[in-house]
């Protein structure tokens, strides 16, 4: 990386706090620990992370409050949530509010280290020169993506859109007409490493279509494959009609 990246963690666990400080800052993250919502939002006045990494299950205001919280206000500081139930609905209702990936609990510190990275890369502007197939900005229906500035525009309007929402979208503009599995999706969309996680991808489709969509029930540019998965259309012809 080509600066010291700034992670928060938010976690009520000492020693889970402790460990990941050391294990990140060995790593050569500029790593940050606090034990709940108030010291966070405490610091968020004066400083802003490049990262949070946020526990689900905090005293007081939980880790979902945080994240809704957060992308209400339109911040849109990456979130990876780590989670210790076993329910896949907590996870479904992390993406849905705007967080970028999750991670269950017990984990590994190099796993959680590879996500964050990951991330970070995806919220990074490309270097210049970077080949882009369909060159820098890709126009759809009223919609507008410039993959260098990683930014949508719906009109004239610029849309908010969460890093993982981008990784999403991108994978889908770079892949015209292709119908994806949603395991080659979060393939294209997270790294090949990535844990396949059904559900996950419908939620993140579903917010996407909130964002691009005239008409969320008669979706026009990411249209289901039934049986298979999903397919990006860039011009007004159904693929499943």
Not at 31 to 37: E, G, H, N, S, T
Not at 151 to 164: N, Q
Not at 197 to 209: C, E, T, Y
Request: proline share 7%.
């Amino acid at each position: 990386m080509s600066r010291t990246h700034c992670v928060w963690v938010v976690d009520d666990d000492p020693e889970l706090r402790k460990l990941l400080v050391e294990f990140l800052g060995q790593n050569d993250f500029d790593v940050r620990a606090f034990p709940d919502a108030r010291d966070l939002e405490r610091r968020l006045t004066r400083q802003r992370p490049d990262l949070l990494v946020l526990d689900l299950m905090l005293p007081g205001i939980d880790g979902l409050e945080i994240c809704r919280r957060l992308r209400a206000t339109g911040d849109d500081i990456p979130i990876i949530m780590l989670t210790a139930k076993s329910d896949a609905i907590d996870r479904v209702v992390g993406i849905e509010l705007g967080a970028d990936d999750y991670l269950g609990k017990p984990f590994l510190p190099r796993e959680l280290t590879a996500r964050i990275q990951a991330v970070l890369r995806r919220r990074a502007p490309l270097p210049p020169g970077t080949p882009i197939a369909d060159g820098n900005t890709v126009s759809f229906g009223e919609c507008r993506l410039d993959l260098t500035t990683r930014t949508l525009w719906r009109g004239e309007a610029k849309v908010e859109i969460t890093s993982g929402e981008f990784a999403l979208l991108s994978a889908f503009v770079r892949h015209p007409h292709r119908p994806l599995t949603r395991e080659r999706l979060l393939e294209l969309a997270r790294g090949p490493s990535s844990e396949t996680f059904d559900r996950s991808v419908d939620v993140q489709i579903s917010r996407l279509r909130k964002l691009i969509e005239p008409d969320q029930g008669r979706p026009r540019h990411i249209q289901t494959v039934w049986g298979f998965g999903y397919v990006f259309v860039p011009d007004t012809s159904r693929a499943d009609a």
